[in-house]
């Protein structure tokens, strides 16, 4: 294959050093061109091994920190993982796993990070995590406390940690979007144990 960069190394490119380094066989620069560049993809070849630390972030979680399923009530609504998470992520709700423990039977895990600046710590979250039922539907738990990233101790000391303020702000969501629920008390919530742990995928929880 002729170099595309031959009869003119003075003034060559890294464009031009790279398409003779790397092993690009008979492929011709105008194949590349509607799509990506040979430059583009190595601009954010650093993406593929990032997707596979944080597939491996989610693993550790599972593995190593996961404890029982708190006593605190529950929501009880009749949909699937899928238009829960459609439901409070167009109420500025966003995946929340990464930044907390691994609760046995947990399918759902996310948050909503609030500023208030009345408070002796500025962040905090809402934070929703969700549970198969037994017959069909998830179970909903929410509680407010401070924000893990910003306030890592006041969060691990559990400071101001509100179950009724998270559900409260939940039900308001559900209201205003017409989701039928029912209340569960802590007796009435699935029971979970290390051999009915469900497992999902790095996307939920």
């Known amino acids: 294959m002729t170099s595309r960069s031959d009869g003119h190394r003075g003034g060559e490119t890294l464009a031009d050093r790279l398409w003779d380094v790397l092993p690009f066989g008979s492929v011709t620069q105008s194949q590349f061109e509607p ?90 979250q809402v934070h929703i995590r969700g549970y198969l039922h037994d017959d069909g539907g998830i179970e909903l738990s929410a509680h407010f406390e401070t924000e893990p990233s910003e306030h890592p101790d006041a969060h691990v000391s559990m400071y101001g940690l509100d179950v009724e303020y998270g559900m409260d702000e939940i039900q308001v969501i559900m209201n205003e979007e017409g989701v039928e629920y029912t209340h569960l008390s802590p007796d009435e919530v699935a029971t979970v144990t290390d051999s009915t742990d469900r497992s999902v995928d790095a996307g939920g929880a």
């Open 35 to 124: 799509a990506y560049t040979i430059l583009d993809r190595l601009r954010t070849i650093h993406r593929a091994p990032l997707r596979n630390l944080r597939h491996s972030l989610w693993w550790i979680r599972k593995t190593f920190f996961t404890r029982p399923r708190s006593e605190t009530p529950a929501y009880l609504v009749d949909m699937t993982k899928p238009e829960v998470v459609r439901l409070f992520g167009r109420n500025h709700f966003e995946p929340g796993w990464e930044l907390s423990y691994n609760y046995l039977g947990e399918v759902l895990n996310l948050r909503r990070v609030e500023y208030h600046e009345d408070k002796p710590y500025e962040w905090w």
